[in-house]
T-cell receptor, first 111, second 112 residues
Framework: NAGVTQTPKFQVLKTGQSMTLQCAQDMNHNSMYWYRQDPGMGLRLIYYSASEGTTDKGEVPNGYNVSRLNKREFSLRLESAAPSQTSVYFC??????????FGPGTRLTVT | RKEVEQDPGPFNVPEGATVAFNCTYSNSASQSFFWYRQDCRKEPKLLMSVYSSGNEDGRFTAQLNRASQYISLLIRDSKLSDSATYLCVGAAGGTSYGKLTFGQGTILTVHP
């Protein structure tokens, strides 16, 4: 049982490049989330998917898009990366809404 | 003003000490509260839920005061392994089900 997995673990992008962060969970959870974590800001919700087939914006959605590919997978895409998107990105999933299980994170640097 | 605010610390305490963290929230629609723990360069993990009646899990006690919009976490007999960042988390109900609001975290270092 791997829990929540994320790829890649580290990434360096140049301004304007695009990339997709992948997330998968094997716990049969309905809801999945993408957060970013910046020093002094705490974790902030980017997008979430309450169930397969639905996605909604969180607190900081600008510059990102998401796809809930199936029940297991939820991807986050940066179409044109900016230095302000340098952050640690966490994916999470939950069965009951509140006990969220997090992946190990992706450390992204945009130069 | 942030929805969930914590004293960022850091708190440096010796082994065996008792330490308390406080957290305030501004959104009265928040219905549930939690403490998550995050080790350095790792993902957050649920430590415990917080109930109005207070709840205890071993050395950890959490308390919620809705009138004052205040949440606390008490750690007794601190261990070196308690060193981490403690995140205060609020959750609204209804259509915002599952959307968590995190405080910026309180850093705890327990030293020998």
């Amino acid at each position: 049982n791997a829990g929540v997995t994320q790829t890649p673990k580290f990434q360096v992008l140049k301004t304007g490049q695009s990339m997709t962060l992948q997330c998968a969970q094997d716990m049969n959870h309905n809801s999945m989330y993408w957060y970013r974590q910046d020093p002094g800001m705490g974790l902030r919700l980017i997008y979430y998917s309450a169930s397969e087939g639905t996605t909604d914006k969180g607190e900081v959605p600008n510059g990102y898009n998401v796809s809930r590919l199936n029940k297991r997978e939820f991807s986050l895409r940066l179409e044109s990366a900016a230095p302000s998107q340098t952050s640690v990105y966490f994916c999470a999933s939950t069965l009951n809404g509140y006990e969220q299980y997090f992946g190990p994170g992706t450390r992204l640097t945009v130069t | 003003r942030k929805e969930v605010e914590q004293d960022p610390g850091p708190f440096n305490v010796p082994e065996g000490a008792t330490v308390a963290f406080n957290c305030t929230y501004s959104n009265s629609a928040s219905q549930s509260f939690f403490w998550y723990r995050q080790d350095c360069r790792k993902e957050p993990k649920l430590l415990m839920s917080v109930y109005s009646s207070g709840n205890e899990d071993g050395r950890f006690t959490a308390q919620l005061n809705r009138a004052s919009q205040y949440i606390s976490l008490l750690i007794r007999d601190s261990k070196l392994s308690d060193s981490a960042t403690y995140l205060c988390v609020g959750a609204a109900g209804g259509t915002s089900y599952g959307k968590l609001t995190f405080g910026q975290g309180t850093i705890l270092t327990v030293h020998p």
